[in-house]
């Protein structure tokens, strides 16, 4: 199969347009602006429906009344505009409603810089709008992975009747690299006999709604969400791992430092220092328990988390899956600044003379 070189952001939107999406509502903010720019010349084209919204507000409330329809709707953000959907994205949650929800991330917090960060994994992981809810989150580290993961969020939203976040940093979203387009396994969807499409062929009206006054309901319902989570957690929990069948150091990172760091290991190696890489792929569910064995292995002495945030956001998810079995340090930079080649192989070197 030939591969084709793609800009992220572009590459994101035909994958969507591969899978099915049927509309897509948005708004331009860099990075990602490429991604509703493409929408709008092909989107079309294939059947589908583009609308430039007036605000990222009235961008998420167009999806929700596209998925309560049944359609494949979609929407992609950065940062900044990814927080103003927040309201929407809890509502779609409360209400069951499937949809794909891209972020190319920037430096914040507030406006902040539209260069890469990783500043939103909290907002992503921990649902950043009212209630108890969650999102399944996946992290590409590269256009490749980018786009198969747009392709099958589609299904996963559908399968779980709950929206879906891919997280990419901006650079992901800016950076041109050569893909296949090979088809993504499908899973075996149940009908959508839950939308709101008109009355034919049923008895009853279909109503799309995530509002229960009363509060034992309410209670009862957020009960069926937790069973739908746990399945999540189940069946949807996703890492790699390199050269850490050995490492005395692991370093955790996802995204383009988890990029950047397997230059870094090949360096460590190149000089005799065991260290490898742990990369979360579902950044919620997040991948605990393979986690925690790799901290109960013995030739495993200190782990280094690497994020590009200023003093950490995913290290507690780290944290909480060491449970204070080894040393954990962190290297980290905002604003856009990346860490370096360099810093994660000091980092690397200092974690490992510390418990010698």
């Not at 099958?152 to 559908?158: Q, W």
């Not at 957020?222 to 692991?250: G, P």
């Not at 290991?265 to 986690?291: C, D, Q, Y």
Request: charge should be negative.
């Amino acid at each position: 199969m030939e591969k084709e070189l793609w800009k992220g952001n572009e590459a994101i939107a035909e994958a969507a347009i591969r899978a099915g999406c049927d509309c897509f509502f948005g708004y331009p903010i860099t990075p990602q602006s490429e991604v509703p720019e493409y929408m709008s010349a092909h989107l079309p084209k294939a059947g589908g429906v583009f609308v430039q919204s007036e605000s990222e507000v009235a961008a998420i409330n167009m999806v929700y009344g596209a998925a309560g329809a049944g359609m494949r709707a979609m929407t992609s953000s950065s940062s900044p505009g990814v927080s103003l959907k927040q309201e929407g994205i809890s509502y779609m949650a409360g209400a069951e409603l499937p949809c794909v929800i891209v972020n190319c991330m920037r430096g914040g917090p507030g406006l902040g810089t539209i260069q890469p960060g990783q500043g939103d994994y909290f907002q992503a992981t921990r649902g950043g709008g009212n209630g108890d809810y969650r999102t399944l989150v996946l992290a590409p580290s590269n256009v490749q992975e980018t786009v198969d993961f747009v392709q099958e969020a589609f299904d996963i939203a559908d399968q779980y009747r709950n929206p879906v976040m891919i997280v990419c940093d901006g650079l992901i979203g800016q950076m041109m690299e050569p893909i296949e387009w090979h088809p993504v396994p499908k899973r075996n969807l149940p009908p959508k006999d839950w939308a709101t499409t008109g009355r034919k062929n049923r008895d009853h009206n279909n109503i799309i709604n995530s509002l229960y006054m009363d509060p034992e309901e309410c209670d009862r319902h957020n009960d069926h969400l937790a069973e739908k989570y746990a399945e999540m957690e189940k069946n949807e929990v996703r890492w790699s791992t390199t050269q850490c069948d050995d490492a005395e150091v692991i370093i955790t990172a996802y995204g383009t430092p988890a990029r950047i760091a397997l230059t870094a290991i090949e360096s460590l190696r190149a000089e005799g220092l065991k260290v490898g890489l742990f990369r979360p792929i579902t950044l919620w569910p997040f991948p605990e328990a393979a986690l925690r064995e790799l901290a109960k292995a013995d030739h495993v002495k200190a782990f280094v988390d690497v994020e590009m945030s200023s003093t950490g956001q995913m290290i507690d998810d780290v944290r909480m899956a060491l449970e204070g079995r080894k040393p954990l340090h962190y290297l980290g930079h905002a604003g856009g600044v990346m860490p370096t080649v360099e810093e994660m192989v000091d980092a690397a070197k200092t974690a490992l003379k510390e418990v010698k």
